[in-house]
């Protein structure tokens, strides 16, 4: 059963006040979004809302463990409602997208470091990076065959190396007929 949002506030002894309902509700809607996604979610909600205000209610909940947040780096901080458990999550690298992943084995920490050097370890923070299933290519589309392009034998290698690249995807068709018989075009 769904805690009432405003219970939970209480409970945490954060005041309750509208917005910091309607940014906890914007976070429990879309998961690892970021606060300007967020914040723009909350003002279709309940009107104006300065990015500094979403910014504070973040930084409250946050503080009261009442959400998650995740700074992964080179990009900014992702929230989410999922807390009190170790997950981790999955980045792509292309388009951002993040989603949740099960702790690798069991409760926190869930990965043994190989020397605590004396630290009490109760968290393990992981995010796997890659590319998602819309960004990474199409299964049996790769690697794309190359053309064949036919090697040009006539010409010596010095010319070779400063004609024009051709692209690989040009069909080597547009290169000059040369019909039996016919002396083939010697360039100086
Ligand atoms: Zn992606
Ligand atoms: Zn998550």
Known sequence: MATDPADLLRRHGIQVTAQRLAVLRAVAAQPHATADVLAEAVRAGIGAISLQSVYDALAVLSAEGLIRRIQPAGSPARFEDRVGDNHHHLMCRVCGRMV???????????????????????????????????????????????????????????????????????PGKKLPDRRPGRPSRQER
């Open 100 to 170: 949740d992943v099960a702790c690798a084995v069991g409760a926190a920490p869930c990965l043994a470091v190989a020397d605590d050097k004396g630290y009490e370890i109760d968290e393990a923070e992981v995010v796997y990076w890659g590319r998602c299933p819309d960004c990474r290519p199409r299964a049996g589309a790769s690697p794309r065959p190359a053309p064949a392009v036919p090697k040009r034998r006539d010409r010596p290698k010095a010319m070779r190396t400063r004609a024009p690249a051709i692209p690989p995807t040009r």
